[in-house]
């Protein structure tokens, strides 16, 4: 069965860092978009990061830009969410999701990240 597994999330005081896993099993990444979203209670899902696997180009919406990092290994069908310099605003789930277009994305369970003041 295909999966997507998050890890990395936890508490941390404002200003520290997290890095977030994302291991997809059952398929390979083979050239898709890897992104990650995070939703607060209360507040619609928001897509924060990007990145291809096939070239590496990434995105990032601007208020994680220069303190978030997206990065992976196909070799290993991973992906990750390097986040420094975190802010209580940062506090929601963090998803791993698999663009696939028309044939449905792929997402994982969701790790919750919270960031004390």
């Known amino acids: 069965e295909v999966q997507l597994v998050e890890s990395g999330g936890g508490l941390v005081q404002a200003g520290g860092s997290l890095r977030l896993s994302c291991v997809a099993t059952g398929f390979t990444f083979d050239g898709h978009g890897i992104g990650w979203f995070r939703q607060a209670p209360g507040k619609d899902r928001e897509g924060i990061s990007c990145?291809?696997?096939?070239?590496?180009?990434?995105f990032y919406t601007s208020s994680v830009k220069g303190r978030f990092t997206i990065s992976s290994d196909n070799a290993k069908n991973t992906v990750y969410l390097q986040m420094n310099s975190l802010k209580p605003e940062d506090t929601a789930v963090y998803f791993c999701?698999?663009?696939?277009?028309?044939?449905?994305?792929?997402w994982g369970q969701g790790t919750q990240v919270t960031v004390s003041a």
């Open positions: 999701v698999v663009l696939r277009g028309w044939r449905g994305n792929y």
């Open positions: 990145i291809s696997s096939e070239s590496g180009s990434t």
